[in-house]
């Protein structure tokens, strides 16, 4: 009994072992992406602190025009970007497409740090490294979530939202101490970084399989998930799946477009265009655009510091970020869901009430306090889970056939929102005031929650491919959506 006892327990040290080497391992994928992410968070928050600058600068000449183009011509690429990316994971790899945009994302920051006085290298390196934002964003969780335990994927999928907000914050807090020259020649180091470590690792064994390679997608898959009875299982089922890429090329556009009728494609594409559209008109991209406005007008005080407000702001995002990591690890996809929508709803709601109250009833207590801690409760809820949640969804609910077309069209979509809700957040302001722009905010929150309680399915520790077939109706243990809660 007690040899018995003992083989025992040294295999479960060893399965202990084990089970953390294949963590570190994937925990090394991820960091590819997580560092490429992080250049992507700079360019993000780069015109924060490039602008400013710029306009301090008395060799520059810069009008209300040019700063418009500077802020503006990052983002006119990533629609296009988004589609671009969404075709090419499919076309070169997710893992190829990682290494190739590396390089014009190294070429736009060069370009930026080394204009001097050049007004076209920076307008193009802004517009190369806002391309790049749009390419990688589709295809940087779906590689994670296709190389990833699912008991693991919880952790890392948010660690990517993390890694946007600290390439934010980095912009932010080098731009305040640095010029914005040396701050892109820092940028540098991160899709540096990223090029080298995706040279040593595998690609996605999807993506392989698709190709007909099952004996790299097999190394590839045992590299990061090991041998077990599970994955060895799952492998499998990943195979039966494997595409006839030449059939496929012999279809007309016409056959092509018969995916849009596919349930495992229309379902989660609706579902995350609800997801999108419940974090877009619950303010997460206006007020972060104008955090700095909104507090000075709904404190009333002008000396507040920008750029300290910035940093505070970001300081907090971080934390949510983190704590949206470990959430989704340890809490299912829908409690985080309804905890996140009515903790950001809540907040809306008491920053709403007390401006209107405030504007009709003025006290002269200083209250100020109550709007300061709405806009922590209301970035800490947001953070941990409205904002990471649909990006980390899109790698896990479309099918293996149509993965890269439906993360693109997702992405292209959030993009096109979040422009159209920065555009017309001033005039909204304008129109309906702070409090009642914050109240719209909060009923598309809790109307976009009661939707999302409806449709969401339950995706936490599941396969990839058990999500698929649940969309189909053809996995017997789950009918229909509504009994994966």
């Not at 009515?342 to 209250?367: E, W």
């Amino acid at each position: 009994m007690t040899g018995c006892s003992a083989d025992a327990t040294t295999n479960i040290e060893f399965h202990g072992e084990k089970v953390f080497v294949l963590r570190v391992r994937q925990a090394i994928i991820c960091f590819g992406p997580i560092l490429i992410t992080i250049s992507l968070g700079l360019a993000e928050g780069y015109s924060a602190i490039l602008l400013p600058q710029l306009v301090k600068d008395e060799n520059w000449h810069i009008n209300s025009e040019l700063s418009s183009w500077i802020a503006s011509i990052a983002t006119l690429p990533m629609s296009v970007g988004c589609l671009l990316g969404g075709w090419l994971m499919e076309v070169i790899g997710r893992k190829m497409l990682h290494l190739v945009t590396c390089v014009p994302n190294i070429i736009g920051w060069l370009l930026i740090g080394c204009c001097g006085q050049n007004l076209t290298m920076l307008l193009a390196g802004r517009f190369i490294t806002g391309m790049c934002v749009g390419v990688l964003s589709p295809v940087l969780v779906i590689y994670v979530a296709e190389t990833s335990d699912p008991s693991f994927r919880g952790f890392l999928l948010p660690a990517l939202s993390l890694a946007l907000n600290i390439g934010i914050a980095l912009a932010h807090i080098l731009g305040t101490y640095l010029e914005w020259k040396l701050v892109a020649l820092l940028a540098l180091i991160f899709p540096s970084g990223c090029f080298i470590l995706m040279l040593f690792v595998p690609e996605s064994p999807t993506y392989l399989i698709k190709k007909g390679k099952p004996e790299m997608a097999k190394n590839a898959f045992d590299w990061f998930r090991g041998h077990s009875v599970e994955s060895n299982a799952e492998f499998a089922i990943l195979s039966s799946k494997q595409i006839d890429e030449s059939s496929l090329s012999r279809q007309t556009f016409l056959q092509h477009l018969e995916v849009f009728k596919r349930p495992e494609f229309y379902k989660p594409l609706l579902i995350l265009m609800i997801f999108f559209s419940t974090m877009q008109w619950a303010g997460n991209n206006p007020i972060a655009f104008y955090t700095v406005t909104i507090l000075q007008g709904s404190l009333g005080d002008s000396s507040i510091n920008p750029y300290t407000s910035m940093l505070i702001m970001d300081g907090v995002r971080i934390f949510a970020s983190v704590l949206g990591c470990f959430a989704q690890q340890y809490l299912k996809r829908r409690k985080l869901m309804m905890i996140s929508c009515s903790g950001t709803t809540i907040s809306l709601l008491v920053l709403s009430l007390y401006l209107f109250l405030n504007g009709r009833y003025p006290s002269d207590a200083d209250l100020s306090w109550i709007v300061v801690a709405s806009f922590v409760g209301y970035v800490l809820f947001i953070n941990a889970g409205l904002l990471p949640l649909p990006y980390s969804m899109s790698g896990e609910l479309f099918a293996q056939s149509s993965r890269g077309l439906g993360s693109g069209i997702v992405t292209l979509y959030n993009m096109i929102l979040m422009f159209i809700l920065v555009k017309i957040t001033p005039s909204l302001f304008e129109g309906l005031g702070p409090a009642g722009t914050f109240l719209l905010f909060a009923i598309c929150c809790f109307v976009g929650m009661g939707l999302l309680i409806a449709t969401l399915p339950e995706t936490k520790d599941k396969p990839l491919h058990e999500i698929e077939e649940c969309f189909k109706g053809s996995d017997a243990r789950y009918p229909n959506l509504r009994q994966m809660l």
